[in-house]
């Protein structure tokens, strides 16, 4: 190791600009997307297709003050946007996007993904909750009792996955999917019959946990106005906005590792980084396409969806799987 | 769901939605006492942007008063020029060309269209769905071209005259108006329904949300699709028919159940007979002045006189008190929101916040018709 000093570098940088484009760039990808999807032509006057577009916003944002408005627990308040975006941006750092490219091996990489995932809800919590204001509260209260309910089928799903391989390091997790798309864990009917639903399950989550539509109870603007953002400006939301697609990034990229087989090639041929980008591009333009096309639920039936129907289909996935481990 | 309510103060909070709020579509204000997200109590506050059209009326003399008519219900504001321009023409004893009363039903029609179009998309925007809007607009684009071009306005449409109209319809706007309903025909279960209706989402949530009964629209003075949603067959271009809609056959759409999903699909079905009625409209266009001989100053006789048409949103009545002089004595003016809006209180109680708004977008809201 005697790279070592450079290596954390090369990582650091490399992972700030990975998450600072992606931060920047999917909002453009959003708009662009939803432009097409709503037959309008999306941001398009601001450098070529608008690509300066997120630049402007940001500096736009950046030129702003910091509103702190009277009645506000100031220090929550200001603590609040930099907790959504931190623990995305810490989670980075144990995602393999392939079998070199790494920035640290954690062997209970699963566990730390997770930890860190349920900070952002404490990001919420804290936001609403400082603002003082009556909708940024209700809109935190439903981003908590949301969160609780969509992490327990997660994880169940995450453990079904673990028992298979045997292991909480997403790389080895991705390794033991190598090889083709029937090695992929969505594909391993071999394990437990009912994997295909399992993905599906952990899909759905995945939207919930980031709170994207049409599980964006946080910020359903018809109802809460902003939500918990409603009194945010300048920089403050500029964070949030960002941990939300740094959100989506990693829970794309868990999707990617734990279901779609990382890094590897359906057919075999070339794996490497460009398949795992595909693979998670993909997987937010599919997240980015349901925004665009469904209303929103409501509430209690996104609560009823997880108790009365996730978490029951992943506790008998997780029952099949670990029948299925015993005999065979 | 039922869930015990306490209504002891300290555990309810008073959240203030509006004036300016999204889900409002205007400067409503409701003052809603919560229970956590349980609403124990709706209050609608009116008055925003009240502007004494009925005391401008009395100000103006009759054709003054005109422009006012369009910018109550800006969103089918053709139903309310057709509403005081018929109460005006039965106080005044005018006879009506009979092609004028063809060229006002198709215009109305076409603006209900629009109306409706709107409504829908505004409502769908409310349960956080964005895109159908633009669709929606795209199809009510072309209808406000269409009207453009005979009226010369978008919106606040000032077309009709007493005895007659602004404008007479060309071959152009026939054509158009073909085309745009054939384009509408395989638009509307494409997009609309197929996309929107039908969605597992949408439909849970406006299920069985927002159940008006019979009594309570009795009771409040309900009347348009929130009335026929509600299982009663009234609408009074059928039961009190005016100018020439006893020529054209088309079904008054009722249903039973009284929810929002209901409200939803009369309005959708109502969107269908509207186009048939226009396509009858359009076949049996008689020839003739799109102009009665009308004295320049009206001066209706003495007397109290009644008028109302079928608008978008329920029954537009137009009640005129003339003292035979040039400006009227008085006109009230019933419009048919501040009757749908004021049942929300009582409806609203023990629900959701998230489906009294669905609620409330089903109750098809247009401010200033509120605050006249």
Redesign the interface.
């Known amino acids: 190791m005697d790279t070592s000093i450079w290596r954390p570098i090369f990582y650091l940088i490399g992972f700030m600009a990975f998450a600072g484009l992606n931060a920047a760039y999917l909002g453009w990808c959003e708009r662009k997307g939803?432009g097409h999807?709503?037959?309008?032509t999306g941001p398009k006057e601001v450098g070529p297709f608008g690509l300066l577009q997120p630049l402007a916003d940001g500096i736009k944002l950046m030129t702003k003050q910091l509103l702190v408005p009277r009645g506000v627990d100031g220090a929550l308040f200001r603590v609040a946007p930099v907790l959504a975006m931190i623990p995305a941006l810490t989670s980075m750092v144990v995602i393999p996007f392939s079998d070199k490219v790494q920035g640290r091996a954690v062997d209970l990489s699963v566990l730390l993904i997770f930890a860190l995932a349920s900070i952002a809800m404490i990001a919420i919590l804290l936001g609403g909750w400082a603002s003082g204001n009556?909708?940024a509260v209700?809109s935190a209260?439903?981003s908590v009792s949301q969160n609780l309910a969509y992490e327990i089928p997660m994880l169940v799903t995450v453990i079904t996955i673990v028992m298979i391989t045997g292991s909480m390091n997403l790389e080895q997790i991705a390794q033991a999917q190598q090889g083709g798309f029937w090695h992929w864990n969505i594909f391993r009917l071999d394990k437990s019959l009912l994997m295909p639903v399992s993905f599906i399950i952990f899909y759905i989550c995945s939207i919930a946990e980031t709170n994207r539509?049409?599980f964006?109870m946080a910020e359903?603007?018809?109802?809460l106005?902003a939500g918990f953002m409603t009194e945010y400006g300048s920089m403050g939301f500029g964070l949030f906005m960002m941990g939300e697609y740094l959100n989506i990034v990693v829970g794309a990229c868990l999707t990617t590792i734990l279901f779609l087989g990382g890094w590897d090639c359906p057919f075999g041929l070339f794996p490497g980084i460009w398949w795992f980008l595909i693979k998670i591009y993909l997987l937010i333009f599919s997240i980015i396409l349901v925004r665009?096309?469904?209303?929103?639920?409501?509430?209690?039936?996104l609560l009823n969806l997880s108790w009365k129907i996730l978490i029951p289909f992943s506790l008998v996935n997780l029952l099949t799987a670990a029948l299925f481990l015993k005999i065979f | 769901?039922s869930v015990p309510i306490t209504c002891r103060p300290d555990e309810t909070?008073v959240?203030n939605l509006g004036p300016q709020?999204?889900?409002t579509h205007g400067v409503l204000r409701v003052k809603l006492t919560m229970d956590?997200?349980y609403i124990v109590k709706a209050e609608p506050v009116l008055g925003y942007i009240h502007r004494m059209h009925e005391k401008m009326a009395e100000a103006g003399t009759y054709a003054q008063f005109m422009n006012n008519t369009a910018r109550m219900d800006y969103l089918h504001a053709l139903a309310y020029n057709h509403g005081y321009c018929l109460t005006v023409e039965r106080a005044a004893g005018i006879e009506v060309p009979e092609r004028v009363e063809y060229i006002r039903v198709i215009t109305v029609e076409l603006n209900r269209i629009s109306s409706h179009l709107l409504w829908w998309a505004a409502f769908?925007?409310?349960?956080?769905?964005?895109?159908p809007l633009?669709?929606a607009f795209?199809d009510r684009e072309k209808i406000l071209d269409l009207l453009e071009s005979v009226t010369g306005s978008r919106l606040t449409y000032c077309y009709f005259r007493f005895g007659g109209v602004y404008n007479d319809i060309d071959d152009n706007f026939i054509e158009g108006t073909r085309a745009f309903l054939t384009r509408l025909r395989s638009r509307l279960p494409r997009i609309y329904h197929d996309?929107?209706t039908g969605?597992i989402?949408?439909r849970?949530?406006i299920e069985k949300i927002g159940v008006v009964s019979k009594e309570q629209c009795r009771r409040y003075g309900a009347t348009g699709p929130v009335l026929r949603g509600s299982g009663v067959c009234y609408d009074v271009r059928r039961n009190e028919p005016y100018s020439v809609y006893p020529n054209f056959d088309f079904d008054v759409p009722v249903y039973e159940e009284g929810d929002s999903m209901a409200r939803y699909m009369v309005r959708m079905d109502e969107i269908e007979q509207s186009m048939r009625i226009i396509e009858q409209a359009l076949d049996q266009l008689p020839e003739g002045p799109i102009q009665a001989k009308v004295p320049k100053i009206l001066k209706p006789p003495e007397g109290d006189y009644y008028g109302a048409v079928e608008a978008a949103r329920g029954t537009f009545g137009c009640r005129l008190v003339s003292d035979g002089t040039k400006t009227p004595y008085r006109l009230k003016l019933r419009s048919p929101t501040y009757c749908n809006l004021s049942m929300f209180g009582e409806i609203a109680e023990g629900m959701?916040?998230?489906?009294a708004?669905?609620f409330m977008g089903s109750l098809d809201l247009v401010i200033p018709e509120i605050d006249r």
Not at chain 2, 124 to 131: E, I, Q
Not at chain 2, 352 to 355: I, Q, V
Request: proline residues 5%; without cysteine.
């Open positions: 939803a999807i709503q037959r309008r009556k909708y209700i209260a439903r539509a049409p964006d359903a603007e018809s109802e106005i665009w096309t469904y209303p929103r639920t409501q509430i209690y039936k | 769901m909070f959240l709020h999204p889900a956590g997200e769908v925007l409310d349960l956080g769905g964005f895109t633009l669709y795209d996309l929107v969605n989402i949408l849970k949530r959701l916040l998230a489906d708004l669905a």
